[in-house]
């Protein structure tokens, strides 16, 4: 892993996309959700978690394919890494809801308490996930603020590359 010499502003665009994540990630898979199942007048409103992550996840997205043409190389593949993961985040999202939808046809529509046990198992890769992401992202966050880079993300996008710096 390489370190890079960046200006602070370039430190600090890169770390944008890592804490839209972790943001999407904390606040909104894990607080609200838990927040929303734990009152029982909210739980319909624990609908609203995958609409709000999949509107920062196509943000993500989005960014990340217009950060290729109008960003610092550094910046650019910062947004490039966080995009990566959220395609693979949007992948285990759909996965698990073709599992819960999967349940519920396999139930005939009538979701009996024993059911919902296997709605928690087809939940846990997701969980996990969320939690492998959050570490992931955090070390993002923790690279881009101090100006490093992994090899491959440097392999994979050289167009306009900075010399790294010794150590």
């Known amino acids: 892993m390489n370190r890079y010499a960046i200006s602070e502003d370039t430190a ?5 996309p890592h804490e839209i994540f972790l943001i999407n990630l904390i606040f909104n898979h894990i607080l609200l959700f838990v927040a929303f199942l734990s ?3 909210l739980q319909k409103l624990a609908l609203i978690v995958p ?37 693979a985040f949007v992948i285990m999202l759909g996965i ?5 939808i999967a349940i519920y046809l396999i139930s005939g529509g009538n979701m009996r ?6 709605f928690g198992v ?11 992401l959050i570490v992931m992202e955090s070390d993002a966050l923790h690279l881009a603020r101090f100006g490093k880079m992994p090899d491959w993300l440097v392999q994979r996008y050289p167009d306009g590359a900075l010399a790294p710096v010794a150590d």
């Open 39 to 41: 009152a029982s007048s």
């Open 12 to 16: 600090k665009a890169a770390k944008w």
């Open 122 to 132: 087809g939940i846990m890769p997701t969980l996990v996930t969320v939690l492998v």
């Open 96 to 100: 698990m809801v073709v599992v819960m």
């Open 113 to 118: 308490p024993q059911h919902w046990a296997f």
């Open 51 to 87: 609409v709000i992550s999949f509107v920062i996840l196509a943000y993500i997205l989005w960014r990340a394919r217009k950060s290729l043409r109008v960003d610092p190389w550094f910046v650019k593949c910062h947004w490039q890494l966080a995009a990566r993961r959220s395609r």
